[in-house]
């Protein structure tokens, strides 16, 4: 009886011991995969953009350069010098930034005091207001378009970084107050009473009390943001051209408007360059993005 | 002059009444605890009076004058949170000077009151620390000292202990009992726990479904409950509530339980109304703490019940007896040695009996 259900548990113990190495092999083999999968577009991208047109022509996609050559990406910041038709990133780049900056900072600032108003000064209707703010959330990006263009066209600011800053800045209202809102939903709303009680007035409160604890949520809201502005293509092509266009409009026009043979190598420098910014962002505050986003609470 | 009076104060939330027509008033230097199960409106009464929340109907006074539309601020008063409420970015020092710097107080007073509160509450060695950095304990303090600064007329503390552990509650009571005895000020306190409210109440308002069902000193509450709703949330466990019946026969009156035959005396009992006693429905309350294994008093009434269950919890046991079908607890020293399912002697003190009309519920 002992001996038998002694050798039965060793049985279980090989067998599982059999199965866990089976799975984490598996496991590691499907993460690799996926991996790859996704670094194979990068890893292109950059081999590309260092190769010459010769070497392209010649090589394949995965051949790596024959020497590190950065012709290509000076050529797409800086344009070859000669002056009509000669398309490059660096104007547009500074457009980008001029747009991008205002836009998240009025749209994340906005957002913060609607989050605050929504949940620590509730008020009759507020969760109407924030359903319809919802709402915003699920509203298709060609379904504002027309409305949008007359509203630009009668406050004089179409065509221009100003009007891509108020559409970026009215677009975004919607997602950054539902990041605002259920952050503050979970700082305990006795903090406010005990600041009404210390004679701290609506601003005071904000500034003092929520504000200096809303770093992560800030970072979520900025990271978000700054992602979807400096990556939009559709606002900038349609309420903006010529000088006045964003990088990626830009882009655009430079890939497709190339005249005899495709510069593969300028292109994807181009395309390498539109992006560094983002992922710079990413890099610096993509830690707190991911604990901002799964923690709420604010203990103590 | 009352330090704080309450005049016919309703609110609802919308369909939901939470306070109808409060009265209630306490001297200077006096702890008032306000004490209810949840939902029974005592936090909402406490915000109303710290002024946190808007009235619909009535008044508040504070040292006679009317505040029913007076910021929190301007109302002479200071709050002590459940969850601390500490300001999470700002260490000790600032949390507890807040108040002061934005009523504009002078530098000098500033730094006077602020030596004085952390030293009195021995937190001057943490004023440098963040919220974060403290542990329950101190935490509490600190929200006590922000409190304290502001020299309030009154202290509202809103359950300031259910966040800390079973030890450390009874620690930071017997602090706040004794902060209550060095400074006499005015507190009202928002507690659910009735062992709090007793040990620190100089007089207990009970309440249940925005009602106040018993404003009184502790002794009063314990011992002569004016309903049996009161009778049953004080007392752990609560008071017996035996159902049956009133019997008069000239001039003794004694309770028939109902299916039993045995006739309890009602003597020395203090009834409100001397009349329609007779065949009156009734319920007969007497506290397990008041059912004793032996006669202690000539007046003890020997019953003999059978033993159902008993619970052992160290320094006493809770014996649960069967009296014609209806359960009665009593509590005994836990030395005592218990049979169950075995016709048991036991001793009522009648003394210590409570009535109540079993249709209004209320004391007769």
């Known amino acids: ?300 | 002059m009352k330090t704080l009076k309450i005049e016919d104060l309703s609110k609802n939330f919308g369909s939901t009444e939470v306070l109808k027509k409060i009265n209630l008033e306490i001297d200077e230097g006096n702890f008032l605890v306000l004490l209810g199960p949840s939902g029974c409106g005592k936090s909402t009464l406490l915000n109303i009076i710290a002024g946190l929340e808007t009235i619909n109907e009535g008044n508040v006074f504070i040292d006679d004058y009317n505040v029913s539309k007076v910021e929190p601020k301007d109302r002479n008063i200071a709050m002590v949170f459940q969850s601390y409420a500490l300001y999470p970015s700002m260490n000790v020092k600032e949390n507890m000077i807040f108040g002061l710097k934005q009523a504009k107080t002078s530098k000098d007073k500033i730094k006077e009151q602020l030596e004085k509160v952390s030293k009195f509450l021995q937190v001057d060695q943490l004023l440098e620390r963040k919220p974060s950095q403290l542990s329950g304990g101190q935490r509490q303090r600190v929200a006590i000292g922000r409190a304290l600064v502001r020299e309030p007329r009154i202290f509202l503390f809103d359950e300031p202990l259910s966040n800390l552990d079973a030890k450390l509650r009874v620690e930071m009571r017997r602090e706040i009992k004794k902060l209550h005895q060095q400074l006499k000020t005015t507190v009202v306190y928002v507690t659910h726990d009735q062992t709090e409210a007793m040990s620190l109440g100089t007089k207990i308002a009970i309440m249940n479904h925005g009602v106040i069902q018993q404003n009184d000193t502790p002794e009063n509450i314990y011992n002569k409950p004016n309903n049996t709703f009161v009778a049953d949330f004080i007392g752990s466990p609560s008071m017996n509530l035996i159902k049956g019946k009133l019997k008069q026969s000239s001039n003794i009156i004694s309770f028939v339980a109902e299916g039993s035959n045995l006739e309890i005396p009602i003597d020395n009992y203090n009834f409100k109304a001397n009349d329609n006693l007779n065949n009156k429905e009734v319920f007969f309350g007497i506290r397990p703490e008041h059912i004793f294994f032996k006669k202690l008093n000539d007046n003890d009434l020997e019953i003999t019940l059978r033993a159902d269950l008993s619970e052992y919890i160290g320094h006493e046991q809770i014996m649960t007896f069967d009296y014609d079908n209806q359960e009665i607890l009593a509590k005994f020293p836990s030395t005592i040695k218990t049979e169950l399912s075995k016709e048991t002697k036991l001793y009522f003190d009648l003394t210590q009996v409570s009535l109540f009309d079993a249709k209004t519920e209320e004391r007769i």
């Open chain 1, 1 to 300: 009886m002992q001996d038998s259900l002694q050798s039965s548990y060793r049985q279980l113990e090989q067998k599982s011991k059999y199965t866990n190495i089976f799975l984490r092999w598996f496991l590691y083999l499907v993460l690799i995969l996926f991996a790859s999968y996704f670094i194979f577009p990068l890893y292109v991208m950059i081999v590309t953009s260092l190769k010459t047109m010769e070497e392209i022509r010649q090589g394949t996609l995965l051949t790596w350069p024959s020497s590190l050559n950065f012709d290509s990406w000076a050529v797409a910041w800086g344009g070859r010098g000669y002056g009509a038709g000669d398309t490059f990133l660096k104007p547009y780049f500074w457009n980008s930034i001029k747009m991008v900056v205002p836009a998240v900072f009025f749209s994340t600032f906005i957002g913060a005091m609607a989050g605050y108003v929504l949940t620590k000064w509730r008020f009759k209707g507020d969760k109407w207001v924030f359903l319809f703010l919802l709402f915003g959330c699920f509203i298709p990006y060609q379904a504002i378009l027309l409305p949008m263009a007359r509203t630009l066209g009668v406050l004089g600011i179409s065509n221009s970084v100003i009007g891509l800053v108020l559409v970026h800045t009215v677009y975004g209202i919607p997602f950054t107050t539902l990041f605002f809102r259920n952050f503050y939903v979970s700082v305990p709303t006795e903090l406010v009473k005990a600041a009404r009680i210390d004679g701290a007035g609506f601003f005071k409160i904000f500034f003092k009390i929520l504000l200096p604890i809303s770093a992560p949520i800030i970072v979520v809201t900025v990271i978000w943001q700054f992602t979807q502005i400096w990556n939009d293509f559709l606002f900038g092509s349609t309420f903006s051209f010529g000088e006045a266009a964003p990088i990626q409009v830009a882009l655009n026009n430079m890939v497709l408007s190339s005249t005899s043979v495709k510069e593969y190598n300028v292109d994807m420098a181009s395309a390498i360059i539109a992006g560094i910014p983002t992922l710079i962002v990413y890099v610096l505050a993509g830690k707190y993005f991911i604990r901002g986003l799964t923690s709420g609470a604010v203990k103590g």
